[in-house]
């Protein structure tokens, strides 16, 4: 069965008969991953040739290493995804193609990213810390009348 499964996804991956590598997709120029609990999120943005056709889909391949990817999935025209099936404390190596029909177009560049450990201590975000620095200037700007008590 794993066979079969594998042979399929093979066959997915291959081009189309006489696909020319100028007709399928260039690589997606960035891509980024956001670790969310025991899950990441990936981001990319579109390749700047998208082929001869419309770019139907993407593929995305992941390792446990920098090599030897496997096929995670292969999703509609969308930019983003959220991996479900990463472990705590574990670090995953990404890569992301375009596809169109002519075929699969270039990888990206591999992304490394690491799951944290379940019981790492989290920091408040980036959002976070914006709006704590932001009340903090607010007050200093109102100066010290403004801490004054009564009238």
Known sequence: MAALAIALACA???????????DRPGPPPSLSGTPKQATILLEWTP???????????YVIMRSPTPGNFTL??????V?????LTTEWGHTYYYIVMAYN??????????LEIKVP???????PGAGAALA???IALACSALGPASRRRGP
């Open 12 to 22: 997915q991956l291959a081009p189309p008969a006489g696909a020319a590598d100028s």
């Open 47 to 57: 390749p700047a040739w998208g082929g001869t056709t419309n770019i139907t889909g």
């Open 72 to 77: 995670l999935v292969r999703i509609g025209d």
């Open 79 to 83: 930019l983003s995804y959220q991996d």
């Open 101 to 110: 029909d002519a075929g699969e177009g270039e990888a990206s560049a591999i």
């Open 117 to 123: 450990d379940k019981d790492a201590p989290r920091l």
């Open 132 to 134: 704590v620095g932001a």
